[in-house]
């Protein structure tokens, strides 16, 4: 299946396969992270960021961050307490299209049985982190599913201490950090007190041209010309196979970047392209 076929695919799967819950979920979102935060970097739990797709359990169904209901098999949810919880729907590392892939189907599969659901938070709960992170825990331990965890947490010192722990994370091919301050709250929207750091940013950009490739790349996409949601227009050149480069995203379609730092005109620096992106389906 080319490229084109599959991204076809998966968003007729996205508007066929799902229907709408009430409402999109009422959850948090992180903010980036910044030095000044270093010098009470002992007061954060850190954990890996995932890159799977945003879950959203309401005690009785399961949804994405946009508020779409998923079909996980009956066996999946069994045992799952009737609190609400956030978490990500992860298969493990670099497997973000197979998540995607398996829990777009209208029929749900065996695929699930490779899928977790790692909790992360709990939205109705009127405590801290630290306290909403001690009855994670006791969830994961008393749920009789071995679908439902809790995610890793741990403390650093020190700034070093941190980017120790992002290396160690970035060189096993994991995405990033998140940091959850010990003492937040639960807060519906962007939280300064939850942040996620990685050795790169990302953000989205509309396909606005193709532009022909030369040398290695001629008869194949050489580079897109892009539309950022600020009104920045610039290229983007590398980050593509070449069954990408063979069968580039739609002109009009929305695409994820990567970026390290921008211009003093807000152009992103050394840009590449990470994937397409796909409406319905969100990490935090």
Not at 28 to 46: D, V
Request: glycine share 8%; net charge positive.
């Amino acid at each position: 299946m080319n490229t084109l076929t599959h991204y076809v695919l998966v968003l007729l799967f996205f508007f066929t396969s799902f229907s709408y819950a009430s409402s999109q979920p009422p959850i948090q979102l992180p903010t980036l992270y910044q030095q000044k935060h270093s010098k009470n970097i002992e007061q954060y739990w850190i954990s890996e960021k995932l890159d799977g797709i945003r879950g959203y359990w309401n005690g009785e169904q399961l949804l994405t961050k946009s508020g779409r209901a998923l079909n996980p098999p009956k066996w999946f949810t069994k045992h799952w307490p009737k609190t609400t919880i956030d978490g990500e729907l992860w298969m493990g590392r670099n497997t973000f299209e197979q998540v995607m892939s398996c829990t777009m189907r209208k029929i749900s599969g065996a695929c699930w049985q490779d899928i977790r659901f790692m909790m992360f938070d709990l939205p109705k709960h009127t405590g801290n982190f630290s306290e909403r992170l001690h009855q994670l825990k006791r969830i994961s331990e008393n749920t009789k599913s071995k679908y439902i965890q809790v995610i890793k947490q741990q403390k650093v010192s020190t700034h070093h201490q941190l980017f120790m722990l992002l290396d160690e994370i970035v060189n096993g091919d994991g995405e990033g950090l998140m940091l959850h301050h010990q003492s937040a709250y639960y807060k519906v929207g962007r939280h300064a007190k939850i942040m996620k750091l990685k050795r790169y940013n990302d953000a989205e950009a509309t396909v606005l041209k193709h532009i022909e490739g030369k040398g290695k790349y001629q008869g194949l996409l050489g580079a897109i010309q892009v539309k950022t949601k600020d009104g920045i227009v610039f290229k983007i050149g590398s980050g593509f196979t070449n069954e990408e480069r063979k069968n580039p995203p739609k002109i009009g379609s929305v695409i994820t970047f990567k970026y390290i730092g921008k211009t003093q005109k807000g152009v992103p620096k050394f840009a590449s392209f990470l994937r397409q992106r796909h409406s319905n389906t969100g990490n935090h």
